[in-house]
């Protein structure tokens, strides 16, 4: 058994996978690989009967090269290392240090598979894996990467430990990239288990690594800061931004979200100008005026006078 470390700072009960399920996880791939593969090829046979015989070579070794080479590329890559066959046997590629793998691991893995797997029918791949004690082929030893098992009975998951309050987020500004993947296993082993561990023995295994790890960083910690201590705010930094990386480049595949477009506004109606309107000289018509002399205008009502 050899526990690893995730990328999450957790360590994981898992076990290097051996020579069998590798070879039953490699079959596999080969069979849906090249179930593809032979379909892809009669569809370019197809689109490509009216080239000449040179330009059909090219196109059949581009067809292979994609989907035989390129596919399982791109698939390692975006599935974390977990291909049609490793996932049916419960196999994952990871990172020497347990984290997941990015393209260039799973590129060096994929065209050095070309010579191990394919130009030799995996007679390289096979001594490879028995010659070595963690059963890697050459694109793992080159690429840095080792396939492990997933599903076993029991796996312990152990937490490393948090820093002290007063030291979180204090080493924001370190430069971590000098760090190599073992240095960074061995300080995560370290701090699952110092209870485990003699005082005298785990103090001087904490300043050993805090020593280690300051001459990769090239900076000295604060004054009076015990080793175990800055091994976990160290720890603690590189976890976090390991998980700002990884929320980046999911929204960067998921893809932004969409931004409501502006909507304009309509323009200020203006406020109706009052138009002056020309007034009567009087409000009421002049009453009608009796005639000099005479007897008062009869008022006619519409009704005939009564007889």
Same mark, same amino acid.
């Given at each position: 058994?050899?526990?690893?470390?995730?990328?999450?700072?957790?360590?994981?009960?898992?076990?290097?996978? *051996?020579?069998?399920?590798?070879?039953?996880?490699?079959?596999?791939?080969?069979?849906?690989?090249?179930?593809?593969?032979?379909?892809?090829?009669?569809?370019?046979?197809?689109?490509?009967?009216?080239?000449? /015989?040179?330009?059909?070579?090219?196109?059949?070794?581009?067809?292979?090269?994609?989907? =035989?080479?390129?596919?399982?590329?791109?698939?390692?890559?975006?599935?974390?290392?977990?291909?049609?066959?490793?996932?049916?046997?419960?196999? *994952?590629?990871?990172?020497?240090?347990?984290?997941?793998? *990015?393209?260039? &691991?799973?590129?060096? +893995?994929?065209?050095?598979?070309?010579?191990?797997?394919?130009?030799?029918?995996?007679?390289?791949?096979?001594?490879?894996?028995?010659?070595? @004690?963690?059963? +890697?082929?050459?694109?793992?030893?080159?690429?840095?990467?080792?396939?492990?098992?997933?599903?076993?009975?029991?796996?312990?998951?152990?937490?490393?430990?948090?820093?002290?309050?007063?030291?979180?987020? +204090?080493?924001?500004?370190?430069? =971590?990239?000098?760090?190599?993947?073992?240095?960074?296993?061995?300080?995560?082993?370290? =701090?699952?288990?110092?209870? !485990?561990?003699? /005082? &005298?023995?785990?103090?001087?295994?904490?300043?050993?690594?805090?020593?280690?790890?300051?001459?990769?960083?090239?900076?000295?910690?604060?004054?009076?800061?015990?080793?175990?201590?800055?091994?976990?705010?160290?720890? &603690?930094?590189? !976890?976090?931004?390991?998980?700002? *990386?990884?929320?980046?480049?999911?929204?960067?595949?998921?893809?932004?979200?969409?931004?409501?477009? /502006?909507?304009?506004?309509?323009?200020?109606?203006?406020?109706?100008?009052?138009?002056?309107?020309?007034?009567?000289?009087? @409000?009421?018509?002049?009453?009608? !005026?009796? /005639?000099?002399?005479?007897?008062?205008?009869? +008022?006619?009502?519409?009704?005939?006078?009564?007889?």
């Amino acid at each position: 058994m050899s526990d690893l470390v995730t990328g999450d700072a957790v360590v994981l009960g898992l076990q290097p996978a *051996r020579l069998p399920s590798r070879m039953l996880a490699i079959l596999l791939d080969a069979l849906v690989y090249g179930t593809g593969f032979v379909f892809v090829s009669i569809g370019l046979v197809v689109a490509t009967a009216d080239l000449d /015989p040179a330009a059909q070579a090219a196109v059949a070794v581009a067809g292979f090269l994609l989907v =035989l080479v390129g596919v399982p590329i791109a698939v390692e890559t975006l599935s974390h290392g977990r291909s049609p066959g490793k996932a049916a046997c419960g196999l *994952r590629v990871v990172r020497e240090d347990g984290g997941p793998i *990015r393209f260039r &691991h799973a590129l060096v +893995r994929g065209a050095l598979g070309v010579v191990e797997l394919l130009m030799t029918f995996g007679v390289v791949a096979c001594i490879a894996s028995l010659v070595s @004690a963690r059963g +890697r082929r050459l694109g793992d030893v080159f690429g840095g990467t080792l396939v492990v098992r997933e599903r076993i009975p029991g796996a312990r998951v152990m937490p490393v430990p948090p820093p002290p309050p007063w030291l979180a987020g +204090r080493f924001t500004e370190l430069d =971590l990239s000098a760090v190599p993947d073992g240095l960074w296993l061995a300080v995560r082993q370290y =701090l699952t288990r110092m209870d !485990q561990l003699d /005082p &005298h023995t785990g103090t001087a295994m904490a300043a050993r690594l805090a020593d280690d790890v300051v001459a990769r960083t090239g900076t000295p910690p604060p004054a009076g800061v015990p080793a175990a201590a800055y091994l976990m705010a160290v720890v &603690h930094e590189r !976890q976090s931004r390991d998980a700002a *990386r990884a929320f980046h480049a999911q929204r960067a595949e998921v893809g932004a979200p969409i931004q409501p477009m /502006p909507v304009p506004l309509p323009a200020p109606v203006p406020a109706p100008v009052p138009v002056s309107m020309p007034q009567p000289s009087y @409000a009421h018509p002049p009453a009608p !005026q009796a /005639p000099v002399g005479g007897e008062p205008p009869v +008022r006619r009502t519409g009704f005939a006078p009564p007889g």
